[in-house]
């Protein structure tokens, strides 16, 4: 049987305990585990702001947690791209992605290639972006 290889894409800008919540449970649910990083021009494109914390610096603090076997970088927001980069047949996300627009086309988008999308609980009370407003405000 050909191992699980589970992919868990974010930002993952000023990491917090949602962050390492969602890597703990992927990786209770797969054999390799590979952590998605978002470059910074992507979360630009996507969210209109710019990380507080470079790629590189990022992309070091979740390698250095030891939850994920490797991390990628992600250049684009296709996940196809990064599905035929890394080869992962399981993909993780919060689940306010769940029963959304985002998330059914996530979801058709990924299954067309035989990849399963899992949904973990949203940490609501700690997000990246709560910790931007919070900051901008000091």
Known sequence: MSPVVGYVPGVYDLFHI????MLRQARDLCDVLVAGVVSDEVCEQVKGVRPFVPLEERLAI???IGIVDSTFTELTTDKLVAWREVGFNRLFKGDDWRGTQRGRDLEAEVGAVGVEVVYFPYTAHTSSTQLRRVIAAS
């Not at 949602?18 to 919540?21: D, K």
């Open 18 to 21: 949602g962050h390492l919540n």
């Open 62 to 64: 979740v390698d250095a």
